[in-house]
C-alpha cells in the first residue's frame, strides 16, 4: 500500500535512504571484506584453534594417563569463546553464504569446516545443557552403584538432558537432536534412516530362517539362544610386548616404518578399551590402552594414528581435530581405524601371525550367514537404542528400547536391567554408535580395494601405504570423506557390497 502511493523517483530516495541505514549494519557484521584478507584472518584464526585443541589433547592426556595434573576446563572454556565469538561468527557466516565468490579449493573448505564446527557445537555450547552436561559427567563419575534411588534420579536428569537437547535442536529446525548431530557428523539423518532400513530388510529373511531353525530344536526362541551367534572374527591375544613387535611387523609388511611414527602407548586402567589422542597433528599421537585388551584393539588405535600422523593439510582446522562436533566426521576416522583391525581378518595374515591350522584360517575367513544377521541386528539395536530415545521422548524410555528390542530380534525376554541411561557416553559422545558400523563398511570396502590393486597378497606389499596416505590420510578433512571414498575406491559407500561380503545378500 505505501509503496504503491509513491512516485518512481520517491521510490529511488527511500531505498538510498534504506540502504545508507542499513549499510553501517552490514559493515560491522563482517569485517573481513575480500577474498586475500580471509585468507590472513583464517591463518590467526587457525593459529589460536590449534593451540586450543593441542591443550585439550595434552589435558586429554593428562586426564588418562595421570601423567601430571589435569586441567580439562581451561581448554573448554578457550574453546567455547573461541566458537561463540560474535565476530568470527558473522565471518564465516557471510563468506559460507559467499563461498561461490572464493576460487581457492582449500579456502573455501576451511570456511566450510569452521561453519561446520559453529553449527555444530552450538546445542553444545548452550548455556542451560552445558550446565547439565557438566554436573552429569561429574556426577556420573562419582556415582555409588548400589543406591538405587539415587541412581535413578540420576537417570532422569540424564533424560531431561535429552529432551532439552531436541528442545534446541527443533529450535534449528530439526525433529531431534540425533537428526541434527547426524547431519553434523557428516552422515546425513535421512542417509542414517534408509541405512538402517536396509539393514532391517537386507537381514530379516536370514534372520527368520534362524528364528525357525532354533525353534525346531527348542520349541521356543530365547534371546540367550540368538546370542549363540553373535561370533566375531578371531582375535588373538599375545604378550604386551608380542603385540608391539605384530603391529610393528604388519605395518612393515605394507612399507610402513613403525619407528618413524609419532606414536606412543601407555598401558592404563580407563574406562574404555583403548583411545588414540592426537596431541598435535601430525607429530604428537599418544595412545591409552586398558591391561589385557585384545591386539584387535591395538590395530585399531594404531589406525587412528597412522592416519593423522600422515595427514598433509597445513590448515589447522582440516587436521581433523576432534574436538568440536562437525569438524573430524567420526565414521570415516572409525573406518581408517578399522581399515587396520581388519587386517586381522586376512587369512595370509592369519598365517603369518597365528598359530591356526589350514583348516582354522579357511573356517574364520568362512562367514556363517547366521552369525552376520545376528552381529547386524546387534549393531542395529545398539545404534537406534539411543536415538529412538530422542525421537520419543514423551514415551518412558524403557518402553522405547523394549519396543525396539522385540522389533529387531523378535523375542520377548527383554531385560530392562539391561538398559542404563548411566553411562558417560550419552553425555560426551552422544549419538555415536552409527559411526562403528559405517567404518565396518568403509573397511570392507577399502580392503576390497587394496585386494583389486595389489592382489590377494596385499598385506605383504610395500606399496599399500602409498596407497593409503596418497588416497585417504593426507587429506585430514580438506575433502569430504564421502568423496575421498569414491574417488580411492570408485564407488559410493557400498553398504550393498557389505551386506553380501557378509552372506546375507546372493
Ligand atoms: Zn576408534
Known amino acids: 500500500m505505501i509503496n504503491s502511493s509513491l512516485s518512481p523517483k520517491k521510490c529511488v530516495i527511500v531505498i538510498c535512504i534504506f540502504v545508507l541505514c542499513l549499510f553501517p549494519f552490514v559493515t560491522s557484521a563482517q569485517s573481513v571484506g575480500n577474498v586475500n584478507d580471509l585468507k590472513i584472518y583464517l591463518d590467526s584464526k587457525d593459529s589460536v584453534y590449534e593451540n586450543i585443541c593441542i591443550e585439550y589433547g595434552t589435558q586429554t592426556w593428562n586426564l588418562y594417563s595421570m601423567e601430571d595434573e589435569a586441567d580439562l576446563k581451561t581448554p573448554k572454556e578457550k574453546m567455547n569463546a573461541f566458537l561463540q565469538d560474535n565476530e568470527f561468527i558473522e565471518n564465516i557466516d557471510y563468506w559460507n553464504k559467499n563461498e561461490s565468490s572464493i576460487e581457492d579449493e582449500i579456502l573455501k573448505r576451511r570456511v566450510f569446516v569452521y561453519n561446520n564446527i559453529i553449527e555444530g557445537t552450538k546445542i553444545e555450547l548452550d548455556s542451560e545443557v552445558r550446565e ?41 529446525g530439526y525433529e531431534n537432536y540425533a537428526d541434527y548431530l ?30 525357525a531353525k ?36 604388519t605395518i612393515a609388511g605394507i612399507g610402513i616404518n613403525y619407528d618413524s611414527i609419532p606414536i606412543r602407548f601407555v598401558v592404563k586402567e580407563a574406562d ?26 591395538f590395530m585399531h588405535e594404531l589406525g587412528h594414528g597412522l592416519h593423522g600422523a600422515f595427514t598433509k593439510s597445513e590448515s589447522a582446522i582440516l587436521k581433523g581435530y576432534e574436538w568440536c562436533f562437525g569438524n573430524d566426521p567420526p565414521a570415516f576416522y572409525e573406518g581408517m581405524a578399522v581399515t587396520m583391525a581388519d587386517f586381522l581378518k586376512h587369512p595370509d595374515w592369519l598365517d603369518q601371525y597365528t598359530n591356526l ?29 539411543e536415538i529412538e530415545i530422542y525421537r520419543n521422548e514423551e514415551e518412558n524410555h524403557i518402553d522405547v528400547v523394549k519396543k525396539l528390542f522385540k522389533k529387531v530380534f523378535k523375542t520377548d525376554d527383554f531385560m530392562s536391567r539391561q538398559y542404563s541411561l548411566l553411562n558417560t557416553l550419552y553425555i560426551d559422545y552422544p549419538c555415536y554408535l552409527q559411526n562403528y558400523t559405517i567404518a565396518d563398511v568403509i573397511s570392507y570396502q577399502v580392503h576390497k580395494t587394496l585386494r583389486e590393486k595389489f592382489g590377494e597378497n596385499y598385506v605383504n606389499n610395500k606399496e599399500v601405504s602409498k596407497f593409503m596416505i596418497e588416497n585417504f590420510y593426507k587429506y585430514g578433512v580438506a575433502k569430504d570423506w564421502k568423496k575421498i571414498l569414491f574417488d580411492a575406491t570408485g564407488s559410493e559407500l557400498d553398504v550393498e557390497g557389505y551386506f553380501k561380503s557378509l552372506g546375507l545378500l546372493n
Not at 548400589?146 to 534446541?168: F, I
Not at 525346531?216 to 608380542?242: A, C, I, Q, T
Not at 578399551?273 to 592426537?278: A, D, L, Q, R, V
Not at 589350514?358 to 550367514?369: C, G, L, P, S, T
Open 272 to 297: 574404555f578399551g583403548g583411545n588414540c589422542i592426537g596431541v598435535k597433528i601430525p607429530a604428537d599421537f599418544r595412545v591409552i590402552m586398558v591391561p589385557g585388551i585384545n591386539f584387535s584393539a
Open 182 to 211: 547426524l547431519d553434523y557428523y557428516g552422515i546425513g539423518h535421512q542417509w542414517f534412516k534408509d541405512f538402517t532400513k536396509i539393514i532391517e530388510e537386507k537381514t530379516e529373511p536370514v534372520y527368520n530362517e534362524l528364528l
Open 357 to 385: 591350522t589350514d583348516e582354522e584360517i579357511r573356517k574364520q575367513v568362512n562367514i556363517d550367514k547366521f552369525s552376520s544377521a545376528v552381529w547386524m541386528r546387534y549393531n542395529l539395536y545398539a545404534i537406534l537404542a
Open 132 to 172: 547439565k552436561t557438566t554436573y552429569l559427567l561429574e556426577a556420573l563419575r562419582n556415582r555409588n552403584e548400589d543406591d538405587s534411588s539415587a541412581n535413578a534420579e540420576l537417570e532422569n536428569r540424564v533424560k531431561e538432558l535429552m529432551k532439552l537437547r531436541n528442545k534446541k535442536a527443533r529450535m534449528l
Open 214 to 249: 532354533i525353534k525346531e530344536e527348542k520349541d521356543s526362541v530365547k534371546f540367550r539362544d540368538v546370542m549363540k551367534y553373535l561370533k566375531r572374527g578371531y582375535n588373538p591375544e599375545y604378550s604386551m610386548d608380542s603385540n608391539f613387535l605384530i603391529m610393528r611387523e
